[in-house]
Protein backbone atom coordinates (compact mmCIF):
# COMPACT_ATOMS: atom_id res chain seq x y z
CA UNK A 1 0.00 0.00 0.00
CA UNK A 2 1.48 3.23 -1.17
CA UNK A 3 1.30 6.74 0.88
CA UNK A 4 -1.29 8.19 -1.57
CA UNK A 5 -3.58 4.90 -0.50
CA UNK A 6 -3.21 5.64 2.98
CA UNK A 7 -4.09 9.28 2.22
CA UNK A 8 -7.35 8.37 0.58
CA UNK A 9 -7.77 5.75 3.22
CA UNK A 10 -6.80 8.31 6.65
CA UNK A 11 -10.12 9.92 5.50
CA UNK A 12 -12.38 7.44 5.63
CA UNK A 13 -11.08 6.14 9.01
CA UNK A 14 -11.52 9.55 10.24
CA UNK A 15 -14.94 9.53 9.42
CA UNK A 16 -15.69 6.01 10.60
CA UNK A 17 -14.05 7.24 14.33
CA UNK A 18 -16.23 10.74 14.20
CA UNK A 19 -19.24 8.42 13.85
CA UNK A 20 -18.27 6.11 16.63
CA UNK A 21 -17.49 8.99 18.89
CA UNK A 22 -21.10 10.80 18.16
CA UNK A 23 -22.79 7.30 18.51
CA UNK A 24 -21.23 6.69 21.96
CA UNK A 25 -22.56 10.23 23.01
CA UNK A 26 -25.95 9.29 21.97
CA UNK A 27 -25.66 6.13 23.56
CA UNK A 28 -24.84 8.04 26.55
CA UNK A 29 -27.42 10.73 26.16
CA UNK A 30 -30.27 8.20 26.05
CA UNK A 31 -28.52 5.26 28.59
CA UNK A 32 -29.32 5.44 32.32
CA UNK A 33 -26.38 7.95 33.02
CA UNK A 34 -26.88 11.17 34.14
CA UNK A 35 -25.74 12.65 30.49
CA UNK A 36 -27.44 14.98 28.81
CA UNK A 37 -26.11 16.49 25.58
CA UNK A 38 -28.20 19.34 25.39
CA UNK A 39 -26.12 20.55 28.93
CA UNK A 40 -23.25 21.43 26.30
CA UNK A 41 -25.16 23.61 24.47
CA UNK A 42 -27.10 25.39 27.85
CA UNK A 43 -27.14 27.25 30.26
CA UNK A 44 -29.55 28.24 32.86
CA UNK A 45 -32.25 26.28 30.86
CA UNK A 46 -31.62 28.32 27.91
CA UNK A 47 -29.49 27.84 24.87
CA UNK A 48 -26.19 29.84 25.72
CA UNK A 49 -24.83 31.96 22.48
CA UNK A 50 -21.65 31.68 23.77
CA UNK A 51 -21.19 27.91 24.06
CA UNK A 52 -22.58 27.58 20.65
CA UNK A 53 -20.02 29.64 19.44
CA UNK A 54 -17.57 27.56 21.17
CA UNK A 55 -18.63 24.42 19.49
CA UNK A 56 -18.59 25.78 16.25
CA UNK A 57 -15.29 27.33 16.70
CA UNK A 58 -14.20 23.74 17.93
CA UNK A 59 -16.00 21.86 15.55
CA UNK A 60 -14.19 24.02 12.33
CA UNK A 61 -10.68 24.85 13.50
CA UNK A 62 -10.69 20.44 14.21
CA UNK A 63 -12.04 20.37 10.71
CA UNK A 64 -9.40 22.27 9.26
CA UNK A 65 -6.15 20.28 11.46
CA UNK A 66 -7.34 17.30 9.53
CA UNK A 67 -7.51 18.92 6.26
CA UNK A 68 -4.21 20.08 6.69
CA UNK A 69 -3.00 16.74 8.24
CA UNK A 70 -4.84 14.98 5.23
CA UNK A 71 -3.10 17.18 2.44
CA UNK A 72 0.60 17.64 4.53
CA UNK A 73 0.13 21.09 4.43
CA UNK A 74 -0.17 21.72 8.07
CA UNK A 75 2.83 23.30 9.99
CA UNK A 76 4.11 24.12 13.81
CA UNK A 77 2.80 27.43 13.90
CA UNK A 78 -0.83 25.86 12.87
CA UNK A 79 -0.45 23.30 15.50
CA UNK A 80 0.72 25.62 18.33
CA UNK A 81 -2.25 28.07 17.84
CA UNK A 82 -4.50 24.78 17.99
CA UNK A 83 -3.31 23.43 21.08
CA UNK A 84 -2.41 26.95 22.80
CA UNK A 85 -6.65 27.98 21.90
CA UNK A 86 -7.74 24.55 22.78
CA UNK A 87 -5.40 22.67 25.60
CA UNK A 88 -3.57 25.17 26.85
CA UNK A 89 -6.82 26.98 28.96
CA UNK A 90 -7.64 23.16 30.29
CA UNK A 91 -4.10 22.62 31.31
CA UNK A 92 -3.98 25.72 33.06
CA UNK A 93 -7.15 25.36 35.07
CA UNK A 94 -6.13 21.98 35.95
CA UNK A 95 -2.51 23.24 37.22
CA UNK A 96 -4.51 26.26 38.87
CA UNK A 97 -6.59 24.11 40.49
CA UNK A 98 -9.53 25.61 39.30
CA UNK A 99 -12.57 23.31 38.34
CA UNK A 100 -13.86 22.97 35.12
CA UNK A 101 -17.62 23.39 36.11
CA UNK A 102 -19.50 25.80 38.46
CA UNK A 103 -20.23 22.91 41.49
CA UNK A 104 -24.34 22.83 41.81
Known amino acids: MGRSDMTDHFG????????????SLYRFHK???QF????????????????VAFMLTLVVTSWMM????????IT????GIYIGAWV????ARIVKGTPLEKPE
Open 12 to 23: LILALILLVILW
Open 66 to 73: AYMTLNKT
Open 36 to 51: DLTDLLMENGRVSKIA
Open 88 to 91: APIV
Open 76 to 79: EGFL
Open 31 to 33: GPK
